[in-house]
């Protein structure tokens, strides 16, 4: 597929610097913050950007005043000209707007009212990172040496974005936005309710639910593995514990180690790893999930805020408002 990767997000806050030090905290690793011109109620204003970047994936998000907090705009990697130029054909055959130039492509989710810029970006290359030698029944492949997870002491650095799951009012909409008019694929789906949605070979990089007012529910951040999971989780939590959203444990869709954690904008932001691999459409069938047993193999039972955010009354208020 022309696209292989998200590239950069950016989330509009009301409380930005308040989110940019949950971010620090959270291990990404802050940029120089800008100053950058931006249209607000009250015209063209000077706004502080907070930036971020991962270990593997560069600068992948931003922090910006918004007065609702949302998903301002998604960033997908493309390889070169051609892929914008197809990318392009096929979002006005679907009557949406795009602006273009020599790089880059600019256009609108109509469902999630989200912004989408397709770009020209170099794929991700990750240095492999070897797999903890492990012991197990009758098998000693540590032999003599304490485990990796038990020994680490450096604070988690999450290595790239993996995913991000939005509020869609139009999920049927965006869904045809995201597969019709970019060229993602479906990994999987929980129907009348949500698509597991792939531009590279993540199991999923864009999952769409349907919901009351479009929303951002959570960015997914890679980890080594699950020892860094519980490592980062634990260290967010003794800097309070009211960050705690969900987790540990491991999602059937996607298989995907996961735990969750809530920003002070109240985005959830989750560590992941072991994420499902496709290379081969062939031999991948999407299956069609309802219920838990879609949601999650084991792990504590997901707290309601979990699936209906506690502020989306507040959220629905808000976007019927100056907005
Ligand atoms: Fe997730």
Known sequence: MPMHRLTSITIGVPNVQETAEYYKDFGLIPAKD?????????????????????????????????????LVQLGIGVE?????????????RLDLNVKRDETSLITEDPGSEVRVMVEIAPKLAQEPVPWPVTNGPGRFDRLNARAPGA???????????????????DQEASTKF??????FKISDKVPFLASFMRCSTDHHNVLVQQAPVSYLHHTSWQVEDVDEIGRG??????KDPGRHVWGL?????????????????????????????IVDDQL????????????????????????????LAGLM?????SE
């Open 34 to 70: 800008e100053t950058v011109s931006a249209y607000s109620a009250e015209g063209l204003v000077q706004a502080q950007e907070h930036r971020f970047s991962t270990v593997d994936g560069g600068e992948q998000l931003r922090i910006v005043h918004s007065p609702r907090r949302r």
């Open 178 to 183: 995201f597969t019709e008019g970019l060229g």
């Open 284 to 311: 991948w069938t999407p299956g069609v999930w309802e219920g838990h047993a879609g949601l999650y193999k084991w792990g504590p039972t997901p707290p309601p805020s979990f699936l209906a955010p506690e502020d």
């Open 151 to 169: 020994l680490r002491e450096q604070r988690v650095h999450p290595r790239k974005l993996g995913h991000v799951v939005i509020g869609s009012t």
């Open 249 to 277: 444990g491991r999602h059937f869709v996607g298989s995907n180690y996961f735990w969750y954690l809530k920003d002070p904008a109240g985005n959830f932001s989750e560590y992941y790893s072991d994420i499902d691999c």
């Open 233 to 238: 989780a634990t260290a967010m939590l003794e």
């Open 80 to 92: 070169d000209r051609d892929d914008l130029g197809s990318i392009s054909s096929k979002l006005q």
């Open 317 to 321: 208020a808000g976007a019927h408002g």
